[in-house]
Nanobody, 124 residues
Framework: QVQLVESGGGLVQAGGSLRLSCAASGRTFSSYAMGWFRQATGKEREFVAAISWSGSRTYYAASVRGRFTISRDNAKNTMYLQMNSLKPEDTAVYYC?????????????????WGQGTQVTVSS
């Protein structure tokens, strides 16, 4: 089972940018579809973006499409989330998740491994 560690969170003003990273251990990273999810205080965890094992397919929640970009580097066992034009409503703990099988990486129910999360706070 792959182990995941997120980094890159922080405090940023509205309109600013952040880049999150998700580093994976193990030699099977390239076999997983990967996703970013977030959970705001008092709310359920929700899908943000996902990427297929090869990187050829990406998926985005409507709320972030056009502002966020997901990517991965299988040679470095790392996934990224470039977040631009951040809004206060993007404030949440961001988690990366690894999904196996035929999953596209965007379903919470299919996630086999979770990272510990990284806090993103956007001030107005």
């Amino acid at each position: 089972q792959v182990q995941l560690v997120e980094s890159g969170g922080g405090l940023v003003q509205a309109g600013g940018s952040l880049r999150l990273s998700c580093a994976a251990s193990g030699r099977t990273f390239s076999s997983y579809a990967m996703g970013w999810f977030r959970q705001a205080t008092g709310k359920e965890r929700e899908f943000v973006a996902a990427i297929s094992w090869s990187g050829s397919r990406t998926y985005y929640a409507a709320s972030v499409r056009g502002r966020f970009t997901i990517s991965r580097d299988n040679a470095k066992n790392t996934m990224y989330l470039q977040m631009n034009s951040l809004k206060p409503e993007d404030t949440a703990v961001y988690y990366c998740g690894a999904s196996t099988g035929s999953s596209g990486g965007y379903s919470i129910e299919d996630v086999a491994s979770w990272g510990q999360g990284t806090q993103v706070t956007v001030s107005s």
